[in-house]
């Protein structure tokens, strides 16, 4: 059954048909010139087309909404038709959709505590090695201590 609106398409597809054809026959008394500006609109034309040519498949809204269902609530589920018959309650539906945010917020708590747990333990071996060396901690302050330990580092092998 061909609707009214694949008629037309078929009505124009042949008449471009016809137009192509006169047009090519008429091609050849036409100088060098013209008939190379009018291979290069042919190619521009039918790149023009391909771009705006229907894909090999569109989505149409109604397998859209079969794929998203809207529930009375106003939420929306993936696979699933508006009308499901879903029994589960709305505080339930949004207790499982914060818990992945839940988790995440845990996650980053536990990341960071033991982030803080790491630099305290680095601080205290810092601390511990500066209290067992056989400086004094006033060593450690002196402006030209920085110097000592970097001519010293230098000159070991």
């Known amino acids: 059954m061909t609707t009214p609106s694949h008629h037309d398409e078929l009505a124009a597809e ?28 042919r190619i521009q034309a039918l790149s023009m087309r391909k771009r705006t040519s229907a894909p090999l498949r569109a989505p149409s809204t109604e397998s859209a909404v079969s794929l998203l269902g809207i529930q009375s609530d106003g939420t929306v589920s993936l696979g699933a038709s508006g009308n499901n018959h879903d029994n589960t309650p709305i505080w339930v539906r949004r207790l499982l959709t914060a818990i992945p945010l839940i988790a995440l917020a845990a996650a980053l708590a536990f990341i960071g505590a033991d982030q803080d747990s790491r630099t305290i333990i680095d601080v205290a071996e810092v601390d511990a090695a500066l209290l067992t060396s056989e400086l004094p901690p006033a060593a450690y302050t002196d402006p030209g201590f920085q110097q000592y330990l970097q001519t010293t580092v230098s000159d070991t092998p």
């Open 14 to 41: 042949q008449f471009a048909r016809k137009l192509t054809a006169h047009l090519s026959m008429a091609e050849a008394g036409l100088p060098y010139v013209v008939t190379e500006r009018l291979r290069a609109s």
